[in-house]
């Protein structure tokens, strides 16, 4: 599905892919993660139009790198006239400002783009807001504050930076001889978009497609007490189906080496949502009536209590599937979601299990 190509600073061949693109490497200094890839545009003949996506986080090593990966190709920081943002996560953002002011060059992005960033640095009523969320879900205080102290420890990876121009889904970048079609592909976040370049048929896939990992799909906090949440894996496993007919020749993820069959990969993520599907229809099936942290609890025991936001993305996620099929009931009981098993869903029985139930039924 993925080449197992190194990933290191270049410009791609005609055979790979296009002469007209880079690959810039720079360290996100998360442990586990690696480097996140920026992509460049080199110009074309008669232009001097050098386009980055993406840019690595806020730090002196992503900035000597950046400016190393870009020496490898014969650019320069300064050279940057355009920076396209996949999201708003800071490996993607972080040092957009300080590129942006070095390079005078604009920085386009997704109109949802502040629902991602605003995450960076809360005002108090969305701290507020947060928490009253987490309490919902059944999250202890302790467990809560734990996670927002490790996530505001990162907080100088990312420097807020102004935005020249907000992207709606569809919309052409014009770029000389390789303009890009920005494709709007919410679940891993709500301003996520891939970049489609049609007529040498690559993807530019963010976080929204990658090689080995399969990517979380944030919990979102709705914008007031009274409204609803989004359902991120559910938007998720639609801008999957949203990607998957395009003829694709290959497609550069964030992290890791180019993609080759993105059909299999979104089938293998589809693969591993059923079986995390089935295990808490299980979990709930077994132990009754449970609420969100009490889920995550027993599917992640050791993870939960270093990963909350994750581990309560994914339990919110997979029961938003379940409750939408009708296969778990979520009601509110004291301030607290809580879920209760209905039926496990058919596709997820195993097959033998499947045939006994069916004679079983007659
Ligand atoms: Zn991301």
């Known amino acids: 599905m993925a080449t197992d190509e190194i990933v290191d600073a270049k410009r791609f061949s005609k055979s790979e892919s296009s002469p007209r693109i880079g690959r810039v490497p ?39 790198s950046l400016k190393q990966g870009l020496a490898t190709v014969n650019y320069q920081v300064e050279d940057i006239t355009k920076i396209l943002l996949t999201h708003g996560h800071n490996d993607h953002c972080g040092q957009a400002k300080h590129i942006r002011d070095t390079a005078n060059c604009e920085v386009w992005a997704h109109e949802n783009l502040h629902l991602t960033i605003d995450r960076f640095n809360p005002t ?11 309490a919902r879900w059944g999250v202890e205080q302790e ?17 807020p930076v102004e935005i020249d121009r907000f992207l709606k889904d569809g919309e052409l970048v014009e770029i000389p001889g390789f303009n890009l079609r920005t494709i709007h592909t919410p679940g891993h976040c709500p301003d996520e978009v891939v970049y489609w370049q049609e007529q040498e048929k690559i993807f530019f896939s963010g ?25 991120s894996l559910i938007q998720y496993q639609n801008s999957l189906s949203k990607v998957e007919p395009y003829d694709i020749r290959v497609t550069y993820p964030s992290h890791g080496g180019p993609i080759l069959d993105h059909v299999s990969l979104i089938n293998s993520y589809r693969a591993s949502t059923d079986r995390r599907l ?8 077994k132990g009754g009536v449970m609420n ?20 309560m993305s994914e339990i919110l996620g997979h029961c938003d599937i379940l409750r939408e099929g009708g296969h ?13 098993y209905i039926s496990t869903p058919t596709h997820l029985i195993p097959a033998p299990e499947r045939v006994a139930e069916a004679f079983s039924s007659h």
Do not use: C
């Open 143 to 159: 467990a809560m504050e734990r996670a927002f102290a490790r996530r505001f420890k990162n907080v100088n990876s990312f420097e």
């Open 26 to 64: 720079t360290p996100t200094g998360y442990p586990g993660l690696g480097d996140i890839n920026s992509y460049l545009i080199f110009p074309a003949d008669d232009s001097d139009e050098l386009i980055l996506i993406d840019t690595g986080i806020n730090s002196e090593e992503a900035w000597e």
């Open 328 to 340: 778990v009931a979520e009601e509110i009981s004291n301030g607290i979601v809580q879920y209760q």
């Open 278 to 285: 089935l295990k808490i229809n299980n979990i709930l099936e």
């Open 207 to 231: 976080d929204h497609l990658l090689p080995n990992i399969t990517p979380v799909t944030l919990a979102q906090i709705p914008t007031s007490k009274e409204a609803v949440r989004p359902a």
């Open 292 to 311: 969100p942290m009490e889920i995550g609890k027993v599917l992640f025991p050791r993870a939960w209590k270093e990963q909350l936001v994750p581990v």
């Open 124 to 134: 108090p009523e969305q701290r507020e807001l947060e928490k009253y969320f987490y």
